[in-house]
């Protein structure tokens, strides 16, 4: 559930832009230096704890401005390294328009993922919480949020829903690869989200493609840009288009479940989509209305535009730089389709979760793509951890590129290798947390996961392809910069080596 932290740079970034230019109007340069001088040495005592070292930077803006342009360049940890180096793993700062109180320390950040809602809460800007809406996950708090949580966290990890995906993922692979010609480029980063959002509607809404699906593409692009937009909400502003656009899908999922209602609700035994799983918990003492259940659909829709398709692409571009690893994964899924082939059995989704080689370059790539960089969270009073203060309503940025690109956790941890993770190495430690952790993890783990597994298998048994030059772009989303373009070629026989 904390993918939206990427959205939120957007805003961050934007807000920022728009209260800086109106800070210098009416700043002087003798006036700034002043109020910089006292910014950064007022006093910060809060009962006997101490805070971080560090600085605020500028009044209002903070250090908002050198967090950006980092974010730009092709280190964009290097804001936090540089203050690692001078304040220590924990330092205060002032980013997205708050004092923060920034970790990169794995035991401090699993703290802190870890606690309820009784000393952290989310934070998001208000433009986004006005987006979401009150009764989204990522806003709520307590049994509520636990509740909704587990339900669908449940639902995820089902037997039923993995055959389900394996057979959508399959079905929409094939559908997009049967049009793919050797003589014009394939965009790995286009073709990665159709098919991702395509199954993730169908496991949120049971909705195929089709003039609904096709409405629903069309209003959902409207939407996402909201996220990135200003926070002004008067007719023909981005963020209205947003709202209006976001009605128009609850309505359609409404419908929806109206017609689940109608249909006979009551006697479905096996739930075939997230709007079934929370209709039949629907419990009367806390009953989940249909505009709560609209809304979280439509947000749990995002990951299908960013994280799943964009562990995809970045497979493909490390697998493109390493041909070793490349070689490895293809003799590794080559073997796997031979064999199922002489058994005369299709593959399943533990079949593709099985290969333990595949498993470890999704792992590196989650590791080095760094999809979720970090997540926020707001102090509802004052907490000490390890000697550390952060004061009440201050936020808290857990930033795990700097923890995943450490070399004190890591050997050479800015080189792509797969082959660190062999021997069952622990991926559930602290400084591993692609999906972020504690109450809020991401429900979807395992399913992206399992769709990176088959959208590799399927790409690297029947092709063969030359990647042009691509570059990562980590700001304000993790995307290529050119949509990750391959040349194909249909691979008519191959020799294991």
């Given amino acids: 559930m904390d993918n939206l932290l990427l959205i939120l740079f957007l805003t961050a970034a934007a807000s920022f832009f728009s209260t800086l230019i109106l800070y210098l109007r009416s700043s002087s340069p003798s006036s700034s230096r002043s109020r910089r001088r006292s910014f950064t040495s007022q006093s910060h005592s809060h009962g006997h704890g101490q805070l971080p070292l560090g600085t605020l930077g500028w009044p ?77 996950i990522l806003l709520i708090n307590g049994g509520l949020q636990r509740r909704i949580h587990g339900l669908i966290g449940s639902f995820f990890k089902s037997a039923d829903l993995k055959a389900q995906i394996t057979r959508d993922m399959e079905k929409y692979i094939h559908k997009s690869m049967e049009n793919w010609m050797q003589d014009q480029p394939i965009y790995i980063q286009d073709e990665s989200k159709n098919i991702a959002f395509q199954v993730l509607v169908k496991a ?44 128009k899908m609850a309505r359609l999922i409404q419908e929806i479940i109206q017609s689940k209602r109608d249909g006979g609700m009551s006697i479905i035994n096996v739930p075939k989509d997230v709007i079934d799983v929370l209709m039949m918990n629907n419990a009367s003492d806390q009953p989940l209305t249909d505009d709560l259940i609209a809304d979280n659909m439509i947000d749990m829709m995002i990951p299908g535009e960013d994280s799943v398709p964009v562990l995809m692409t970045l497979a493909v571009k490390y697998l493109s730089d390493y041909p070793a690893a490349l070689q490895q994964l293809t003799d590794e899924n080559i073997k796997l389709k031979e064999l199922k082939a002489q058994l005369g059995e299709p593959l399943s989704w533990s079949d593709y979760l099985s290969l333990p080689f595949t498993q470890n370059v999704i792992t590196e790539t989650l590791r080095m793509g760094n999809i979720i960089i970090g997540v926020m969270r707001k102090a509802v009073r004052d907490i000490e951890i390890k000697g550390y203060l952060i004061p009440k309503g201050w936020c808290f940025f857990a930033y795990f590129r700097s923890v995943h690109l450490d070399e004190s956790n890591y050997d050479w941890p800015n080189q792509f290798n797969p082959w660190r993770w062999q021997d069952n190495k622990d991926i559930s430690n602290s400084s591993f947390t692609p999906f972020g952790g504690g109450q809020r993890l991401c429900p979807g783990l395992d399913l992206a996961r399992l769709e990176a597994s088959i959208f590799l298998h399927h790409l690297v048994t029947q092709f063969r392809w030359v990647a042009e030059e691509d570059t990562v772009v980590n700001f304000p989303t993790v995307r290529m910069k050119r949509r990750m373009p391959i040349w194909v070629k249909k691979r008519e026989d191959y020799k294991l080596t």
């Fill in 60 to 136: 209002i803006v903070g250090e908002s401005l050198e967090f950006i342009s980092c974010a730009l360049t092709d280190r964009p940890e290097s804001f936090m390294d540089k203050r690692r180096c001078m304040y220590g793993k924990v330092f205060k700062s002032h980013i997205f328009g708050t004092p923060t109180i920034v970790s990169t320390d794995a035991e401090v950040s699993k703290f802190v993922l870890q606690s309820d809602a009784k000393a952290f809460v989310p934070f998001y800007p208000k433009s986004l919480t006005e987006l979401m809406g009150k009764s989204s």
């Fill in 204 to 247: 949120l809404i049971n909705l195929d493609p089709g003039e609904q699906m096709e409405i629903l593409k069309k209003q959902f692009q409207e939407f996402i840009s909201g996220l990135m937009s200003l926070p002004v909400n008067i007719p023909g502003s981005q963020l209205y288009r947003s709202l209006q656009a976001k009605k």
